[in-house]
């Protein structure tokens, strides 16, 4: 079998499950590069190194990339840039696999634009007959592709699957039992979607309250120097701007931590910083409007959820957590088992190998129940 997974770069949440397929398939698994990867993400840290790695090769270097995309077994396609690629093979009528975050998440009024339905018909809404399938990477895609009656039947559950790292429960329940200060970890780039404003408002009521906490920022942008302001002005050394560390010193910060919050509205697609910080065995309090949200977290049994952007629900959850601590200290080794039994690169790619084999030798696939590759429900989010 040939499998060639297409998207813009290999990053680091792509690599294990790339890592994974090509353990199974060794070289009939290719991830295709369309694009250099963006001076951005170098600068907070991400490998570069990546395009190195045996099953990578470089569309932007070795145009012949395009045949083997167009005759592979299995394609997967994710944000590659290169739709013009995307259609050629999608007309081929060869099993394919598309991945999305939603697209209309700045708001449904899109699928009723003439011009907007038009570019959606020929990328979507025409293969809905075809053996094209969505892998939904968010738990409101699938509303978004319902809306314009795309991929009926076809859509399933998906996401990022950053590295997994094992812990011992033991250790992660002895960690959240009885901490002198409650670490609190906070992941993200310093703009307004993701709110890091919140944190400076969540350190001074806890101030107010008495509370024995630190709260660790990790990350920089436009924001950032606003943040160190006010972190300044109102003399919070509860707060430690950390701004950019790899990837794996921020795995290595949130290992020590008790709490992590992830405050991004509606317009975070998925929030991959949720799988680490479950992974990290922390308390996951998050904003259920982020992508990620309601596929990994059920609201008090592995995580904590609040329902809008709106800083006093997050205020809410917080506050109720610190007052009632140990009612809450199991969330953290079942956050952990929920990615290590379900939500990871080697369950999602053993589910992914099952259903292609059905799909191209007729094979029998049981869709499972829950977790990658489950149904994608339909849920409305924010539009």
């Known amino acids: ?56 090769r470089l569309l932007y270097e070795d145009p012949s990339c395009e045949q083997l995309i167009y005759e592979s077994d299995v394609v997967l396609i994710g944000w590659s840039e290169r739709e013009d690629i995307a259609q050629k093979r999608l007309n081929s009528g060869k099993l394919t696999l598309r991945v999305s975050e939603r697209i209309y998440r700045t708001g449904t009024y899109k699928a009723i634009s003439p011009r907007g339905l038009i570019a959606k018909y020929k990328e979507h809404i025409r293969y809905r007959n075809k053996p094209v399938f969505m892998l939904c990477a968010g738990a409101y895609v699938a509303a978004d592709f319902a809306l314009i009656h795309a991929y009926p039947g076809k859509m399933l559950k998906w996401g990022y699957f950053p590295p997994f790292i094992e812990y011992n429960t033991e250790d992660i329940d002895r960690r959240l039992k009885n901490p002198k200060s409650i670490q609190i970890i906070w992941v993200g780039r310093f703009i307004s979607l993701k709110h890091p404003e919140y944190m400076v408002r969540l350190a001074m009521r806890l101030k107010e309250e008495g509370e024995n906490f630190h709260i660790h920022m990790v990350g920089d942008g436009e924001k950032f120097e606003e943040i160190k302001d006010l972190v300044r002005e109102r003399g919070l050394e509860e707060i430690t701007l950390h701004g950019h560390l790899a990837p794996d010193e921020v795995r290595a910060l949130m290992s020590e931590c008790h709490v992590h919050i992830s405050t991004s509205n509606h317009l975070e697609g998925w929030g991959a910083v949720i799988n680490e910080g479950m992974n990290s065995g922390c308390i996951e309090i998050a904003c259920e409007e982020m992508g990620a949200v309601p596929y990994l977290i059920k609201d008090n049994v592995n995580g904590l959820t609040y329902p809008t952007e709106v800083y006093a629900s997050l205020e809410q959850v917080v506050l109720r957590v610190f007052h009632n601590w140990r009612g809450y200290t199991h ?53």
């Open 1 to 56: 079998m040939t499998f060639t997974f297409v998207s813009n770069y290999i990053n680091h949440h792509q690599q294990p499950f790339c890592d994974a397929m090509y353990e199974k398939l060794g070289d009939g698994f290719t991830f295709v590069a369309t694009m250099p990867m963006e001076q951005e993400r170098i600068d907070m840290g991400w490998n570069t190194e990546l395009v190195s790695l045996p099953y990578v």
């Open 331 to 383: 969330l953290g080794s079942r956050a952990y088992r929920t990615i290590r039994d379900e939500w990871n690169a080697e369950v999602a790619s053993d589910r992914l190998m099952g259903l292609v084999r059905a799909l191209l030798y007729d094979e029998e696939f049981a869709v499972p129940e829950s977790g990658p590759l489950s149904f994608a429900p339909i849920i409305h989010g924010h539009s």
